[in-house]
């Protein structure tokens, strides 16, 4: 089996006419994407400003703040393509210019402009509200009708080449709002329309419920264990917006871990970790309650076309709504793929990166990553189900106090990184069987939501395609 040769490229031929049309463009995706706007059966078009306003706010200073309750999500092009993008940072209310023109509204597309172009989200009721940032370029249709079709268009593998033959840039490709307000998009049966409506809708409820159900389940964890919010704890256990931060530390709590770097000492997980060891009915260590914690082998990786190899995962895959730039390894060449796959029931830790980012959150792998390889920078929890409901400690591993308890464990000079060994000892409260089942019954019901999700989207492509080709 012969491997990618990511330098070889697809040659074809331009005509001059081609060529004038596309204002003398040298960068030959550009005329891929015109061939393949070409190759529309339908012979009628339109472009997508006679239907929508194609938009993005300009570059303004932004300040940055911690506290949630003066500032508001501020999210990147790759936090809109997370199932949970408004925990990451927010930017204030009163400091930041213009914020208003970054704030997006409920069933708004996003289309992200620059660096790696055309990733596409919704607009729902988890990040409607949202800042976001100038590098997402916003489609507001003029009609509802039009949403489930263009949503599913720019997504599709055609509208993908078209969107990205619109870019330029010599280092950091961008595209601007001209080049989607003049796409050319085909005109389909009004009945296809409105099925393609009526499944992205479904689709666009499921992930709303699934956010809903996997907080409900955080909140029962804190109530099933009799923790308060880590916001309501004491003032001096809140971390302050200053920087750099002076405490003291008796040396009973030093000489537990001997460790130096002082994140570790940090006030938050200093209270999350006594709340467990006070208020928690019972309690165990990970380790005690898993079959195994493991972190995957570091090796060569040899990437192969899809219908050659095995889907392959990094950290920031986990957390996405849909996986994004995807790489295989090659089946015949790789000796030890057992060794790498995931399988049903783990609980996956993004354990390289840095604070902020990817690093410390916790996937649960349930419909959707069986069977896909996993690099080395995350890190598998495999429950001990007689022990405890997998689907609870990943509930609680993705709660405030399991990223907490995560991250101060965190070492490294430049990448922030976890192991096993440090991971093993973390506290985990286990209320009784009932209450833990009830908590993992709604991370369940949350993943085969968003399961469904991606299965309804993969149909809306399906039509799509049959309405373009038949």
Same mark, same amino acid.
């Given at each position: 089996m012969k491997a990618i040769d990511y330098f070889n490229t697809n040659n074809f031929i331009v005509s001059s006419g081609l060529f004038n049309s596309g204002e003398y463009r040298l960068n030959s995706d550009f005329y891929e994407a015109l061939i393949t706007s070409n190759n529309?059966?339908?012979?009628?078009?339109?472009?997508?400003?006679?239907?929508?306003?194609?938009?993005?706010?300009?570059?303004?200073?932004?300040?940055?703040?911690?506290?949630?309750?003066?500032?508001?999500?501020?999210?990147?092009?790759?936090?809109?393509?997370?199932?949970?993008?408004?925990?990451?940072?927010?930017?204030?209310?009163?400091?930041?210019?213009?914020?208003?023109?970054?704030?997006?509204?409920?069933?708004?597309?996003?289309?992200?402009?620059?660096?790696?172009?055309?990733? %596409?989200?919704?607009? #729902?009721?988890?990040?409607?509200?949202?800042? =976001?940032?100038?590098?997402? *370029?916003?489609?507001? !249709? &003029?009609?509802?009708?039009?949403?489930?079709?263009?949503?599913?268009?720019?997504?599709?593998?055609?509208?993908?080449?078209?969107?990205?033959?619109?870019?330029?840039?010599?280092?950091?490709?961008? %595209?601007?709002?001209? #080049?989607?307000?003049?796409?050319?998009?085909? =005109?389909?049966?009004?009945? *296809?329309?409105?099925? !393609? &409506?009526?499944?992205?809708?479904?689709?666009?409820?499921?992930?709303?419920?699934?956010?809903?159900?996997?907080?409900?389940?955080?909140s029962l964890v804190l109530k099933h264990n009799n923790f308060s919010p880590l916001a309501e704890l004491e003032p001096n256990a809140k971390v302050s917006d200053i920087t750099t931060q002076i405490g003291l530390i008796n040396i009973e709590t030093f000489t537990t871990e001997f460790r130096l770097d002082a994140h570790f000492y940090n006030p938050i997980a200093s209270a999350a970790l006594k709340n467990i060891q006070e208020k928690a009915k019972r309690f165990s260590t990970l380790k005690e309650v898993t079959n195994d914690i493991v972190i995957g082998k570091r090796f060569k990786r040899n990437y192969v076309e899809s219908n050659h190899g095995t889907p392959f995962i990094g950290s920031k895959n986990i957390l996405q709504i849909r996986p994004t730039e995807m790489k295989y390894l090659s089946n015949s060449e790789i000796g030890f793929m057992n060794d790498l796959m995931l399988n049903k029931n783990m609980i996956l830790i993004a354990c390289s990166g840095s604070l902020g980012g990817t690093f410390g959150k916790a996937c649960f792998v349930y419909n959707n990553f069986e069977n896909y390889a996993a690099s080395q920078h995350i890190l598998r929890v495999i429950a001990n189900e007689d022990l405890i409901d997998a689907g609870y400690l990943y509930a609680f591993l993705s709660s405030e106090y399991g990223y907490e308890c995560i991250t101060r464990y965190r070492w490294g000079a430049l990448i922030d990184e976890i192991d096993d060994e440090d991971m093993s000892k973390l506290l985990i409260p286990l209320p009784t069987d009932k209450q833990q089942k009830q908590i993992g019954d709604l991370v369940r019901q949350a993943y085969d939501l968003r399961a469904e999700a991606i299965r309804l989207e993969d149909e809306a492509q399906t039509l799509l395609t049959k309405a373009l080709t038949n």
């Open positions: 529309f059966h339908q012979t009628e078009t339109f472009q997508l400003k006679e239907i929508a306003s194609v938009f993005h706010p300009g570059i303004t200073k932004r300040s940055y703040i911690d506290n949630p309750d003066f500032g508001v999500p501020f999210l990147s092009t790759s936090d809109m393509q997370f199932y949970e993008a408004t925990e990451n940072k927010y930017v204030s209310k009163e400091l930041s210019k213009n914020l208003q023109d970054y704030i997006v509204k409920e069933d708004c597309i996003l289309i992200s402009r620059s660096g790696t172009i055309g990733n %596409i989200a919704i607009v #729902d009721k988890n990040i409607s509200g949202c800042a =976001v940032t100038e590098h997402a *370029i916003r489609v507001a !249709l &003029n009609d509802k009708k039009h949403f489930g079709f263009i949503y599913t268009f720019l997504s599709s593998e055609i509208g993908q080449k078209i969107i990205k033959g619109q870019k330029s840039g010599a280092v950091i490709d961008e %595209i601007y709002d001209a #080049d989607i307000e003049n796409l050319e998009i085909p =005109v389909i049966d009004n009945k *296809i329309m409105a099925k !393609l &409506n009526e499944v992205i809708l479904v689709v666009k409820k499921n992930r709303e419920e699934a956010h809903l159900l996997i907080k409900q389940a955080r």
